[in-house]
């Protein structure tokens, strides 16, 4: 999936254009993520939310490429920090969070 996204990058010149701006980004993240909540409240169909959330992932993958970070590694690292964590029900949900009580 990264290769694609890099692919992807690679044929539109996001480093040289613009595409790869961290500010830019976030802001098209925000973007999606407002696109995947209205999926989800307006109760629109899996294949819609499918869309969106894959959308926001794609950009996700290409803020690390943006970034020059590893994701992979990122993603493992980040696992085993929540692993470690114990989770607490918080208004009648669980949340696995760093709690500072």
């Known amino acids: ?4 996204v890099q692919a992807f990058h690679d044929k539109h ?6 595409g790869e701006d961290l500010v830019y980004r976030v802001a098209l993240m ?11 409240t307006k109760g629109k169909s899996a294949e819609a939310l499918a869309e969106e959330v894959a959308d926001l992932f794609i950009l996700v ?3 690390a490429i943006s970034a020059r970070f590893d994701l ?14 114990q989770g607490r029900m918080v208004n009648g949900r669980v949340r696995v969070s760093e709690f500072r009580d």
Request: charged share 35%; glycine share 8%; hydrophobic share 40%.
């Open 61 to 63: 993958l290409g803020t």
């Open 30 to 40: 925000a973007e999606e993520l407002g696109e995947v909540s209205a999926c989800v």
């Open 13 to 18: 010149r996001f480093r040289e254009s613009g």
């Open 72 to 85: 992979r590694q990122a993603f493992w690292d980040k696992m085993r920090k929540l692993e470690s964590r």
């Open 1 to 4: 999936m990264l290769a694609t």
